[in-house]
């Protein structure tokens, strides 16, 4: 497709289980982005990879987080024993290079609610 | 210290009418780029707008124009021709280009409601 996509869409996690949310960039888009989106907020920062290379974690909320990109393109943000505080809608964007003048394409956003 | 603040939780516009949605930030770097994007109820983020710490002119795109004051921190947003379609979420964001890593920083928003 043309856009980022993101999958699921939905996802609903008893507290405690382990999920995995997907993103698949723009092709060819170097910059990939992770974003936390709780209710009624802006998104807040949690990663950046530059291809494969992860070099911003700062934003990541605890070790229970976890994001990799392992060629370069498709991206994976697994967090373990989900809490519900982790419930948030999850963004993920991509941009053709890491430049601060680069506009970043989102996906649709997972929507995750823990239980 | 908030790094993007939108003051304006909630703002009324009739349609057709200009709107002037506030932001400023904070940042002790030279080179910055400050964004403006669109979040409809469907939940994706449209980007609106671009301005670089640099550029000199204020940046228009369409309908849209960012009232850019550097020396007063201030990066607004202007929607002329208010449409109904333009009710949403509108998010000011920023990102650094020395200290502030890779990451984009974002406003709380501000909800435009158009009326018809």
């Known amino acids: 497709g043309a856009g980022v996509s993101q999958s699921p869409r939905y996802k609903v996690a008893k507290r405690g289980q382990d999920v995995a949310l997907r993103c698949d960039p723009i092709s060819g888009h170097v910059s990939l982005f992770w974003y936390q989106q709780a209710l009624g907020q802006g998104p807040e920062f949690l990663t950046y990879?530059?291809?494969?290379?992860?070099?911003?974690k700062s934003g990541l909320p605890s070790d229970r987080f976890f994001a990799e990109r392992p060629e370069g393109s498709v991206s994976t943000l697994k967090i373990q024993r989900t809490q519900q505080e982790d419930s948030a809608v999850y963004l993920c964007?991509?941009?053709?290079?890491?430049?601060?003048?680069?506009?970043?394409?989102f996906g649709p956003g997972t929507r995750l609610t823990v239980l | 210290a908030q790094k993007i603040t939108q003051t304006q939780p909630g703002m009324f516009v009739q349609e057709k009418e200009a709107v002037t949605l506030d932001c400023t930030y904070d940042?002790?770097?030279?080179?910055?780029?400050l964004f403006w994007y669109k979040q409809p109820s469907s939940g994706e983020m449209i980007f609106l707008i671009y301005?670089?710490?640099?550029?000199?002119q204020n940046a228009t795109e369409g309908r849209y124009s960012l009232n850019f004051q550097k020396a007063r921190k201030s990066a607004n947003l202007v929607i002329s021709a208010s449409q109904l379609g333009d009710s949403a979420m509108y998010f000011c964001a920023m990102r650094e280009g020395q200290t502030g890593g890779f990451k984009t920083i974002f406003g709380a928003g501000t909800r435009l409601f158009v009326k018809a």
């Open positions: 940042t002790s770097d030279q080179s910055y780029g």
């Open positions: 990879f530059q291809n494969e290379a992860q070099l911003d």
């Open positions: 301005q670089g710490s640099y550029d000199e």
């Open positions: 964007a991509s941009s053709l290079r890491g430049g601060v003048n680069n506009e970043q394409f």
